[in-house]
T-cell receptor, first 116, second 114 residues
Framework: NAGVTQTPKFRVLKTGQSMTLLCAQDMNHEYMYWYRQDPGMGLRLIHYSVGEGTTAKGEVPDGYNVSRLKKQNFLLGLESAAPSQTSVYFC???????????????FGPGTRLTVL | AQSVTQLDSQVPVFEEAPVELRCNYSSSVSVYLFWYVQYPNQGLQLLLKYLSGSTLVKSINGFEAEFNKSQTSFHLRKPSVHISDTAEYFCAVRRMDSNYQLIWGAGTKLIIKP
């Protein structure tokens, strides 16, 4: 199993450009999450999904959109990138039902995004 | 609302010395507690968790944490650190009545001095 994978690993954008970050998991997890990590601020939740076709806002959703068209994929979009969105983005997934890994979020390796 | 405070942004310690990373939380409801570790240039991975039962929980690599309800703390300890423990450690809580979200601390960087 690959676990949680993220594409791309690195990206540099100019202000105003758009892009989509892809998260894929092969563990059949229901819940998926997008976080951003900034120095000294820990992880902040951007959006999350509790199942295919559903999304919900997290702590810092402004400037981002998400879609969960397939259970295994969770896409994070930036329509018009701003320098304040320079960050490391992590995707995570978690099973819905009690069992192995129920109380654990499984993380991808991250995407380092720079907006100039 | 819940919040998690990790009082130290960095903790330098000599190799083979003991270490304690502090975590305090506030919550109006009961919570589950977690420690995650992030090695350099990697994603986070679960180190240990407290769900119920014994208040002392241990990881396979020698870390332990104790849930103290009266002090609302979940400090992480290791009696003897190794260079391979160099990482950032995050404390997190989840409400027992919520299935979705973790509330995260700001993280503590453990710096091992040779």
């Amino acid at each position: 199993n690959a676990g949680v994978t993220q594409t791309p690993k690195f990206r540099v954008l100019k202000t105003g450009q758009s892009m989509t970050l892809l998260c894929a998991q092969d563990m059949n997890h229901e819940y998926m999450y997008w976080y951003r990590q900034d120095p000294g601020m820990g992880l902040r939740l951007i959006h999350y999904s509790v199942g295919e076709g559903t999304t919900a806002k997290g702590e810092v959703p402004d400037g981002y959109n998400v879609s969960r068209l397939k259970k295994q994929n969770f896409l994070l979009g930036l329509e018009s990138a701003a320098p304040s969105q320079t960050s490391v983005y992590f995707c995570a997934s978690r099973p819905e039902k009690p069992g192995q890994g129920y109380n654990e979020q499984f993380f991808g390796p991250g995407t380092r995004l720079t907006v100039l | 609302a819940q919040s998690v405070t990790q009082l130290d942004s960095q903790v330098p310690v000599f190799e083979e010395a003991p270490v304690e990373l502090r975590c305090n939380y506030s919550s109006s409801v009961s919570v589950y507690l977690f420690w995650y570790v992030q090695y350099p240039n990697q994603g986070l991975q679960l180190l240990l968790k407290y769900l119920s039962g014994s208040t002392l929980v241990k990881s396979i690599n020698g870390f332990e944490a104790e849930f103290n309800k009266s002090q609302t703390s979940f400090h992480l300890r290791k009696p003897s650190v190794h260079i391979s423990d160099t990482a950032e450690y995050f404390c997190a809580v989840r409400r027992m009545d919520s299935n979705y979200q973790l509330i995260w601390g700001a993280g503590t960087k453990l710096i091992i001095k040779p």
